[in-house]
């Protein structure tokens, strides 16, 4: 079985198809696409891929890219394996139950693709610093939470290097393809941070969360799900059934029994029917019922771009796909703007040459003054050691009066240093900029 | 269309390597926008806004005086708390004073619709104050969120009118007892 001539002929079958795409030309290639051998070898040996989630999506993925003949893969996830997740999450089975999805996905991954090395990271994409990410020539993200997407698209976006004349360093782009999935519904979307859209470019095509108005819960509820916001938002505050310093938690079978219950009591008031433990999980944590084939279908979506984009072997989609299978199945790509006043990736970045002796002052009044700026009454804030600092804000007044000290301290002193960044918000611009310090001793003779 | 770098170009450095070392941890979106709201916050005279650390402005009280309406001569303060998904999701308010109000329950709870079902990106710190300002100047009893007083006000303008200035003033209505907020 294991002869050297079988094995070779096995390796050989298992990636003919996948040499066609590599290894001949064709109209859809990428124009800078030069087919060869090494394609193959740099998709299997070099290129560094970063799966974010383990979930619906994240197995998929993991598979589909090692499938493809992606080795060096890394996936992150911080959540434990549920029993409602194994109908879909098919690199879970019952005994892993409880386990980190991360490990146990990769543990299956490796054992069954011979030749992969995929790495598991069981914590928060929070807990992973710039150094890790910018190992990554390609991030996928199969996420559920818009929150999640908007920090990794800050963490890419903050990787990017510009040259002096603003152009962007484009080696130090990471594509991240990003996929979702809400019941039959998904998209899959190609973003290149500072290049095309971004999350935060196209942060209002997110439907808002589903609420319901106060006063609907509070007085005149008709649904069952009246009945369960009611309980979470007003009851639960009231009550604090576990003290209160504990937050309701979605998680907690505990407190999910005690807001069914007490939702039930409500909704027997006021004669509704169909408070169930289900729904009530439900409402609490927002679920939309996923669907496997949703999931697969955007996932080999996804896959599909990352392989483009490792190989060049295909023009990448432009940009955005949806896929709605809710009704029939339909699917559209269009191409979603970057937004030139983008809070995330226009890069508003300029460079302010200043004495590193000058005063907050000099700065306040230099935005105001110089014709380069312009502003009315800039609000300067700063990040240092990631916490944020105020420096110094006119337009309110408690904060005015609390950093006007501020303004006659040197920079130094308020521990800003070269190359800092400072944030400046002022009505004269769309939005708040960043303006790096650049150090620099005007005066050369001033010890004389 | 975009010419794409060639990723096999590039070599990735290792883990922990420290290229573009010193950079700084860049503030996140809703910080910077944030940021923008409230340099452009232009407060009507009645309002006042009070940051207990002037460096966290995620964390901020509002101070209602309102100069007309049911409620004049007292003080209200609201507590902002920013989230890290603004402005895709509202900041929560909640009301600190106690309050006789139609649409202020006696936890806090405000209706107001763009707290909730009706908020937008596009909208800011400063449209949430005027929508605030509004509930004084014109209580709406039909969203009632303290039902007893959203009645009142429909059936017994005179007596909800006693009734809110006894409140204000420090006192009972019905069984509910109130702090004295008059400025």
Not at chain 2, 100 to 105: K, L
């Amino acid at each position: 079985m294991t002869s050297e001539s079988q094995t070779a002929d096995y390796q050989n079958r298992r990636w003919q198809h996948i040499r066609k795409l590599l290894e001949r030309s064709g109209p859809f290639c990428h124009p800078d696409f030069e087919a060869s051998a090494e394609i193959l070898n740099f998709i299997m040996n070099c290129c560094k891929v970063l799966i974010v989630g383990a979930g619906g999506l994240g197995c998929e993925l993991l598979k589909d890219l090692a499938l493809m003949g992606f080795k060096k893969l890394h996936i992150v996830d911080m959540d434990t394996i549920e029993l409602s997740n194994l109908n879909r999450q098919f690199l879970f089975r019952r005994n892993d139950i409880g386990l980190p999805k991360a490990k146990c996905a990769v543990e299956f991954v490796n054992k069954r693709v011979p030749g992969c090395e995929a790495v598991a990271h069981h914590c928060a994409i929070q807990d992973l610093d710039e150094d890790f990410y910018r190992q990554f020539h390609i991030v996928v993200c199969g996420l559920d939470s818009i929150i999640a997407r908007r920090w990794l698209n800050g963490m890419l976006v903050s990787l990017l290097q510009y040259n002096d004349d603003r152009s962007l360093d484009q080696s130090s782009v990471i594509p991240m393809v990003d996929g979702g999935t809400e019941g039959f519904k998904g998209n899959a979307r190609v973003i290149l941070p500072g290049m095309s859209a971004c999350i935060e470019c196209t942060l209002d095509l997110y439907p808002p969360q589903k609420t319901f108005p106060l006063c609907t819960i509070a007085n005149t509820p008709r649904l069952p799900e009246h009945c369960i916001e009611y309980v979470k938002v007003i009851q639960w505050a009231k009550e604090n059934p576990w003290g209160s310093s504990t937050t309701l938690d979605g998680d907690d079978p505990q407190h999910v029994v005690w807001v069914y219950e007490k939702a039930q009591e409500r909704a027997m008031k006021h004669g509704i029917a169909n408070v169930t433990y289900r729904l009530t999980q439900g409402v609490l944590k927002n679920i939309i019922p996923a669907v496997a084939s949703t999931n697969a279908a955007i996932a080999a979506a996804c896959a599909t771009e990352v392989f483009k984009l490792a190989s060049s072997c295909c023009v990448n989609m432009n940009n955005y796909m949806v896929l709605n299978m809710a009704d029939g199945v339909y699917t559209y790509t269009f191409s979603a703007e970057k937004r030139p006043d983008c809070v995330a990736c226009c890069n508003s970045t300029r460079v302010m040459k200043i004495d590193p002796d000058a005063t907050l002052q000099y700065i306040y009044t230099k935005l105001c003054e110089d014709q380069a700026y312009l502003m009315k009454s800039p609000g300067i804030t700063t990040v240092i050691n990631g916490c944020n600092k105020t420096l110094y804000m006119s337009s309110i007044k408690s904060i005015e009066e609390r950093t006007k000290d501020n303004l006659k301290k040197k920079l130094t002193d308020l521990g800003l240093f070269n190359g800092a960044d400072i944030l400046v918000a002022d009505v004269t611009t769309p939005n708040t900029i960043t303006i790096k310090l650049k150090f620099e001793t005007l005066d050369v003779d001033m010890t004389k | 269309m975009i010419k794409l770098f060639s990723l096999k170009q590039q070599k990735k450095d290792e883990e922990g390597s420290t290229r573009g070392g010193g950079s700084q941890k860049k503030a996140s979106a809703a910080q910077l926008r944030i940021t923008k709201d409230l340099n452009e916050l232009n407060l009507p005279k009645t309002c006042n806004t009070e940051f207990p650390d002037p460096d966290d402005l995620l964390n901020f009280k509002l101070i209602i005086c309102p100069d007309e309406g049911f409620y004049r001569g007292g003080k209200f303060v609201f507590s902002f708390k920013v989230g890290p998904n603004y402005p895709h999701e509202p900041p929560k308010v909640k009301c600190e004073t106690a309050v006789y109000h139609p649409n202020i329950d006696l936890e806090g709870n405000v209706c107001l619709n763009i707290l909730r079902e009706d908020w937008k990106p596009v909208l800011t710190v400063n449209s949430i104050v005027y929508g605030l300002q509004y509930l004084f100047l014109e209580p709406n009893p039909e969203d009632p969120l303290n039902k007893e007083a959203a009645d009142e006000l429909q059936s017994n303008r005179r007596l909800f009118e006693q009734h809110v200035q006894r409140a204000m003033r420090g006192g009972y209505v019905g069984t509910s007892y109130f702090e004295r907020c008059l400025k």
